[in-house]
């Protein structure tokens, strides 16, 4: 900007007016940027929050069918998991965003996405669900981890406590939480890098923003580290939430790891309360 | 379908499973050198090494495909050296990070030993604490390597001829809803079968090229009678 306005001061009569009229419309311009990244950050973090929040259901779902004591259930959810963790999410995007792209527009699906045009909801809808699915076998399988690490003692503890099915569900889930909860803010992260894969397709999110932009404006390497902060941003935040649940009473490894040895059922009692 | 898939377009081979496996295996080689060199850089100056681990911190946190789209505008560089150099940077910062660990732990009386037995300081590193360091972490290192080849599915944004991208043009070109799927499912099988392939092939040159994970085994053997 300052390159274009000192030789402007020397050689123009109507200077000031021509720098105030160039700041204006760089202030335009900057706040019409703006306005596009902020809509890209609500679109990724409307997609990440969806996709993520299925994600986790679909985990728990493959991670309790994975458990189940019928071979042919357990079989069948296994071969899930390791066939969604096995896929690139990548091609999991495309093939669903192209899929729906070949579906007629679906008026009945709710305007979910922002910035996305309303004809491409329905891929929006189809993107998130291929996010979601490729991160519920990677889930799924830390949800099993954090359960098996729970031990034969600790199990058998929440079935001597007479609990309903429910009630013994809540307590192994409360117990499994302090191991399951880093390793999926990790991968809460990745999801959220997955996101970018939208920008395939077009929907509205950051990195498609970013691009878009930077393809018009030419100022790459600003519009990516504003990206990338605002990503790293994005990503501290889960990590912040994930540390303070981990800090939460009663839900740390140590006092878990304390609380395996007992016979007494003393911790699942008090996890329970 | 299947030969595009697997070799590339043709005029535009070598593409498809094979040039996302030679992408792979040359970013993935040369970001485990470089990951080694952070790694050792910041075992031993942990106070010293600080900036060097928030540059890497910041591109852990960037995504593959932001990272992509910065380096392909890097004046001068090729779409293919880009998509290397991006999967070389992110690979490197994760496998330095996952090292680093490792290599800080190294026992102390390990390392006395060494000196007992009056081994150098370069026949420690070579001969101890770099086999020790690649047979603790492998797990995880193969964990990153299998993500690492789903993630060179990242450069379709640059339009290489990689697998996804040949899935994605292929399907592009069908007209039936059938023939679209069984692209799609025919390409997705071939990275879970290249996954596969590639964990057990990554396991057995570990174990035969690190001392340490045989000696290991058999001890493991000889224990369990």
């Given at each position: 900007?300052?390159?274009?306005?000192?030789?402007?001061?020397?050689?123009?009569?109507?200077?000031?007016?021509?720098?105030?009229?160039?700041?204006?419309?760089?202030?335009?311009?900057?706040?019409?940027?703006?306005?596009?990244?902020?809509?890209?950050?609500?679109?990724?973090?409307?997609?990440?929050?969806?996709s993520?929040?299925?994600?986790?259901?679909?985990?728990?779902?493959?991670?309790?069918?994975?458990?189940?004591p019928?071979?042919?259930?357990?079989?069948?959810?296994?071969?899930?998991?390791?066939?969604?963790?096995?896929?690139?999410?990548?091609?999991?995007?495309?093939?669903?965003?192209?899929?729906?792209?070949?579906?007629?527009?679906?008026?009945?699906?709710?305007?979910?996405?922002p910035?996305?045009?309303?004809?491409f909801?329905?891929?929006?809808?189809?993107?998130?669900?291929?996010?979601?699915?490729?991160?519920?076998?990677?889930?799924?399988e830390?949800?099993?981890?954090?359960?098996?690490?729970?031990?034969?003692?600790?199990?058998e503890q929440?079935?001597?406590?007479?609990?309903?099915?429910?009630?013994?569900?809540?307590?192994?889930?409360?117990?499994a939480?302090?191991?399951?909860?880093?390793?999926?803010?990790?991968?809460?992260?990745?999801?959220l890098h997955?996101?970018?894969?939208?920008?395939?397709f077009?929907?509205?999110?950051?990195?498609?923003?970013?691009?878009?932009?930077?393809?018009?404006?030419?100022?790459?390497?600003?519009?990516?580290?504003?990206?990338?902060?605002?990503?790293?941003?994005l990503?501290?935040?889960?990590?912040?939430?994930?540390?303070?649940?981990?800090?939460?009473?009663?839900?740390s490894?140590?006092?878990?790891?304390?609380?395996?040895?007992?016979?007494?059922?003393?911790?699942?009692?008090?996890?329970?309360? | 379908?299947?030969?595009?898939?697997?070799?590339?377009?043709?005029?535009?081979?070598?593409?498809?499973?094979?040039?996302?496996?030679?992408?792979?295996?040359?970013?993935?080689?040369s970001?485990?050198?470089?990951?080694?060199?952070?790694?050792?850089?910041?075992?031993?100056?942990?106070?010293?090494?600080?900036?060097?681990q928030?540059?890497?911190?910041?591109?852990?946190?960037?995504?593959?495909?932001?990272?992509?789209?910065?380096?392909a505008?890097?004046?001068?560089?090729?779409?293919?050296?880009?998509?290397?150099?991006a999967?070389?940077?992110?690979s490197?910062?994760?496998?330095?990070?996952?090292?680093?660990?490792?290599?800080?732990?190294?026992?102390?009386?390990?390392?006395?030993?060494?000196?007992?037995?009056?081994?150098?300081?370069v026949?420690?590193?070579?001969?101890?604490?770099?086999?020790?360091?690649?047979?603790?972490?492998?797990?995880?290192?193969?964990?990153?390597?299998?993500?690492?080849?789903?993630?060179t599915?990242?450069?379709?944004?640059?339009?290489?001829?990689?697998?996804?991208t040949?899935?994605?043009?292929l399907s592009?070109?069908?007209?039936?809803p059938?023939?679209?799927?069984?692209?799609?499912v025919?390409a997705?099988g071939?990275?879970?079968?290249?996954s596969?392939?590639?964990?057990y092939?990554?396991?057995?040159?570990?174990?035969?090229?690190?001392?340490?994970?045989?000696?290991?085994?058999?001890?493991l053997?000889?224990?369990?009678?």
């Open positions: 900007m300052f390159a274009f306005v000192v030789p402007l001061l020397d050689q123009r009569e109507d200077a000031p007016i021509c720098i105030v009229h160039f700041a204006f419309s760089h202030l335009e311009f900057s706040m019409s940027v703006a306005t596009e990244i902020c809509t890209g950050v609500v679109g990724t973090i409307v997609l990440w929050v969806m993520g929040a299925m994600a986790m259901a679909l985990g728990l779902l493959m991670c309790v069918g994975s458990l189940s019928y071979a042919g259930v357990r079989l069948a959810f296994r071969a899930g998991v390791n066939i969604t963790r096995g896929v690139p999410t990548s091609l999991l995007v495309i093939a669903a965003g192209m899929g729906m792209l070949r579906l007629p527009y679906i008026p009945t699906l709710p305007t979910l996405f910035g996305t045009p309303s004809a909801q329905h891929v929006a809808w189809g993107v998130m669900l291929a996010l979601a699915l490729g991160s519920a076998g990677h889930l799924a830390i949800f099993c981890a954090a359960y098996a690490a729970l031990g034969r003692a600790r199990l929440a079935t001597a406590l007479g609990l309903s099915r429910f009630g013994q569900l809540l307590v192994l889930a409360h117990e939480a302090a191991i399951a909860i880093p390793p999926t803010g990790a991968r809460l992260v990745h999801h997955n996101t970018a894969f939208a920008a395939l077009p929907i509205t999110e950051l990195f498609g923003t970013v691009q878009g932009l930077a393809n018009a404006t030419f100022r790459v390497f600003q519009l990516t580290a504003i990206g990338s902060l605002i990503y790293i941003a990503s501290s935040c889960l990590w912040l939430l994930a540390r303070l649940i981990e800090a939460a009473p009663g839900l490894v140590t006092t878990i790891a304390e609380g395996v040895p007992t016979n007494d059922g003393e911790s699942a009692i008090r996890s329970a309360g | 379908m299947m030969v595009n898939l697997l070799f590339g377009l043709p005029g535009e081979r070598p593409g498809g499973l094979i040039l996302t496996i030679t992408f792979f295996l040359t970013a993935g080689g970001a485990c050198m470089a990951g080694f060199v952070y790694a050792i850089i910041c075992a031993g100056l942990p106070r010293q090494s600080i900036p060097l928030v540059c890497s911190a910041l591109l852990r946190g960037t995504p593959l495909l932001l990272l992509v789209f910065l380096v505008h890097i004046p001068g560089l090729s779409a293919s050296n880009a998509g290397l150099i999967l070389l940077l992110y490197a910062s994760h496998v330095g990070e996952i090292l680093r660990p490792f290599l800080a732990s190294y026992p102390e009386s390990l390392s006395q030993q060494a000196g007992v037995m009056s081994i150098g300081y026949q420690e590193w070579i001969g101890l604490r770099v086999p020790w360091t690649l047979w603790r972490a492998h797990p995880v290192l193969l964990t990153h390597w299998v993500s690492l080849l789903k993630d599915g990242a450069l379709i944004v640059l339009g290489i001829a990689e697998l996804t040949i899935a994605k043009v592009e070109l069908q007209r039936t059938g023939q679209w799927a069984i692209i799609f025919t997705g071939l990275y879970l079968g290249a596969f392939v590639l964990i092939v990554l396991q057995f040159i570990l174990e035969r090229a690190i001392p340490v994970i045989r000696c290991e085994n058999q001890a053997m000889i224990r369990e009678g």
